[in-house]
């Protein structure tokens, strides 16, 4: 006998779009997880989530109509309290019998056991297993309950009198185990088989399920609705595809509007729209962003990336002619592209430069001033750095570059689109005159915006871009305005991790703590706007933070321990020497030297040789320290050249050389010698050994 099937569908009127995806996944595995916890479904039940911008719903295979029985183990009361000399129930036990609903008739078949303590009574009994009405409604109420619904409604029923919170307003319930209506209510609604087609397509008839497993066939074919929602993601990115294909053109990739666009059709209709020529003057961002911001458009791109005078746009309705739907969205994003044109046009009558001065009037933060005031410390850090990476040329052109880079915030079109700063500044200084390598350093600045964004593309890009970040970390530690849990209002966790991508993926030369120094030179030590000394907790941010990133590239959480524990002043060195750690760990002496030197650190821990004592060759009287002794010499003179080359695995590889010695010093040579001169001679050369091969990095970790 086959079990059948089940299928729940709640009809609303129009869902929140950017809310939909998650809301359809969450109404399927609520109600699936809590049948599997009654026992009405097991883990084989394949589960499939519909989600339409009016329907959630949901269908799971084999869902019994009733639970297996289920042996209950109840315990009571301890015996002694329980039945008197007599073996008769007391009061006590007589009340608690009552209050699981049973009475004394039972009390000849309780089990006595031990609780783990003392000698307990226990009713063992079969309770039967929820039926499948029961066990749904628990199902219903509760993922109804933990709906992700980003704001609550709340509405009135058809009594005109009891109110229902919900996401929307719901019109009709489903319930159909098989082809029987499973009895059940949720948002004062009672499960029926009756649910709506698409609202212009199908006429807004009414359509009877037959069967639970009927479901999408009958809404495609009688509703002219694609119910599941990744079908419908895939038809709408299949309709693209071939639409820009047969342009000649490609579409603007963006999951995000997929998926916005996916939750607001039911039967996708891709077309294609074209827009005037004059438009493209405006730079393609602008109009790229407004139509898909603003229309929930898919703009075209020709074979070299550049903005096509096309556009793509997803109908819910598929008329036999679909001009009136074309000719509609094009007179709807004319007026938008004509607003870009606008701002851009009134935008290039004045020049960046001459934007500057408003910028004192712009509070950047109540206790870091004005935008003008963050503006020149960004200058002042952009020089330094650019002095450092290339000398006076590229320090002139990082400082333009900061002093510029705000400009765009008084803008028309960054006003209208705040995405769109850093990009605009860029288009203005070339509009304004300025060389290329600053209009592109002004449009780069914010870069890397978020994690896999691409870095600045030149040394004044990269400097203005570290000196923004720098900026920000150091004056927002400085004022005690660190992230805290999920809180990161200033984004201080992304400006980290692009300060660690911009030195480490351009191999840069520059160090952490020189970065941190020259940040902090730019701001005042005295008066109102005067910060702390940030370096020790900003520098541990910046460690955490690496340490994240090094892990998110596939390295182990003890090879990054190894390294991070030594702390790299220069975080271009970090993904060569994590490599040189993963390579020594597969040596065969790579154990038992990483033990060996936890051994010595604990040994140091407890006890050190005075401040300045070296290793002296007259009191190494054993042949094991004294053979310790030449291997450390051997091996620094092979370690060194490598450190001075970045060779790291060369160096760490030359330290395999060491376990024999050092086996064979810990065998045969106590350390903690009672004699002062032996003791503090040993304890120096195991010092000059843990430094040495800790060079690179912490073996201890790898213990």
Not at 544 to 562: H, I, M
Not at 611 to 627: F, I, M, N, P, S
């Amino acid at each position: 006998m086959t079990t059948p099937n089940l299928l729940v569908e709640l009809f609303v009127e129009e869902l929140p779009p950017k809310a939909l995806e998650k809301l359809g996944a969450a109404f399927a595995r609520g109600i699936a997880d809590h049948l599997q916890g009654a026992d009405l479904v097991t883990t084989d039940s394949a589960v499939t989530s519909f989600a339409t911008p009016r329907r959630l719903a949901v269908h799971i295979t084999n869902v019994a109509r009733q639970a297996p029985d289920r042996a209950v183990e109840q315990k009571l009361v301890p015996v002694a309290i329980g039945l008197d000399a007599g073996g008769n129930a007391t009061p006590v036990l007589k009340k608690k019998l009552a209050a699981i609903g049973a009475d004394e008739s039972v009390v000849p078949s309780l089990r006595q056991a031990s609780d783990g303590k003392k000698d307990t009574l226990w009713l063992d009994r079969t309770e039967p297993g929820a039926t499948l009405p029961v066990g749904l409604q628990a199902a219903l109420d509760e993922a109804i309950g933990k709906l992700p619904i980003p704001k609550v409604m709340t509405y009135q029923q058809d009594d005109g009198w009891t109110d229902v919170k919900f996401v929307r307003p719901a019109h009709r319930l489903i319930a159909l185990h098989g082809d029987a209506i499973v009895e059940v209510t949720a948002l004062g609604m009672t499960a029926g088989r009756t649910t709506q087609g698409h609202r212009f397509e199908a006429g807004n008839r009414a359509i009877e399920l037959r069967t639970a497993d009927t479901y999408a066939e009958q809404l495609s074919a009688e509703g002219k609705v694609l119910a599941s929602f990744d079908e419908r993601r895939d038809e709408i990115r299949r309709q693209l595809e071939a639409s820009a294909k047969a342009a000649g053109l490609e579409a603007v990739a963006d999951d995000a509007l997929l998926a916005e666009v996916t939750a607001l059709v039911e039967l996708p209709n891709v077309l294609t729209c074209s827009f005037e020529d004059e438009f493209l003057a405006v730079p393609q961002e602008c109009l790229i962003l407004t139509m898909k911001q603003n229309q929930k458009y898919f703009p075209l791109l020709d074979g070299n990336g550049k903005l096509a005078n096309r556009f793509l746009i997803v109908s819910n309705i598929r008329p036999a002619d679909p001009s009136a739907v074309i000719g509609g969205n094009e007179r709807v994003v004319r007026p938008r592209l004509a607003d870009a044109k606008f701002f851009f046009d009134t935008d290039k009558k004045h020049t960046l430069e001459s934007r500057l001065p408003r910028l004192a009037k712009v509070v950047y933060h109540n206790r870091l001033g004005s935008q003008l005031e963050r503006v020149e410390r960004v200058r002042k850090i952009a020089s330094a750095i650019g002095e450092r990476l290339g000398g006076a040329d590229l320090a002139k052109a990082a400082d333009r570059t900061a002093e510029l880079s705000k400009g765009d915030l008084l803008t028309e079109m960054v006003g209208e689109f705040p995405e769109l700063q850093g990009i605009m500044g860029g288009y203005y200084a070339r509009n304004d005159g300025e060389p290329v390598a600053v209009a592109e350093a002004v449009e780069d600045h914010y870069k890397p915006r978020f994690a896999g964004d691409e870095l600045p593309r030149s040394d004044v890009g990269i400097a203005a871009a570290l000196a923004d970040k720098l900026e920000t970390l150091v004056g927002m530690f400085g004022i005690g305005q660190k992230p805290t849990g999920d809180k990161d209002p200033f984004a201080l966790r992304r400006h980290a991790l692009g300060v660690i991508r911009m030195l480490v993926e351009t191999e840069s030369r520059l160090t952490l703590s020189e970065l941190i120094a020259a940040a902090k030179t730019a701001f005042p030590t005295t008066g109102e706007h005067a910060i702390e000394d940030p370096t020790v907790a900003l520098t541990d941010f910046v460690f955490e933070r690496l340490a994240n990133w090094s892990r998110d590239q596939g390295f182990s959480a003890q090879e990054v321990a190894a390294v991070a524990s030594l702390r790299p002043d220069r975080l271009a060195e970090v993904p060569r020497r994590l490599a040189a750690v993963r390579a020594f760990a597969a040596l065969p002496e790579a154990e038992a030297l990483a033990a060996a030197n936890k051994r010595i650190g604990n040994i140091l821990k407890k006890g050190r040789a005075p401040a300045g004592t070296e290793v002296r060759g007259e009191l190494l009287q054993e042949a094991a320290e004294r053979d310790l002794m030449q291997a450390l010499t051997d091996t620094r003179a092979a370690i060194q050249p490598r450190l001075h080359d970045g060779d790291y695995e060369g160096a760490l590889t030359a330290c395999a050389a060491l376990r024999t010695p050092v086996d064979a010093f810990f065998e045969a040579v106590m350390v903690n010698a009672e004699d002062d001169s032996l003791r503090h001679n040993r304890l120096a050369l195991l010092a000059d050994l843990h430094a040495l091969m800790n060079r690179v990095a912490d073996l201890a970790q790898l213990a």
